[in-house]
């Protein structure tokens, strides 16, 4: 079923999205690293779900943080390789609190390396 490929030759590949908490980066591209995930996108990001933000307080004032800052990591993985993936970064993302976090997978359909033009299999 690995290689199996579509009408444009790309294999069943995955795009793992996971939002977590900033001071998780090193250990969850560690991990990431000792399945032999190589290639990761990591973008600085807000936002919020379930805790809805914070309180501060800021020179006696009391203020509300709706945005949480979170990073957004984005890898692109064989079939094979997305379930390990999505318990890798679980597994060194887990704090065990609010705020830890979620993974999504999601089907890639075509692939292009901008710098040479090579499609699909070959780009990824």
Known sequence: MGDRTTRRGLRDVKKIEAIIKPFKLDEVKEALHEIGVSGI???????????????????????????????KLEVVVPDELA??????????????????????????????????GERDDAAI
């Open 83 to 116: 379930e390990r993936t999505v318990e890798a970064i679980a597994a060194a993302a887990q704090t065990g609190r609010i705020g830890d976090g979620k993974i999504f997978v999601i089907p890639i359909e075509s692939a292009l390396r901008i710098r040479t």
């Open 41 to 71: 996108t990591v973008t600085e990001a807000k936002g919020f779900g379930r805790q809805k933000g914070h309180t501060e307080l800021y020179r006696g004032a009391e203020y509300v943080v709706d945005f949480l800052p979170k990073v």
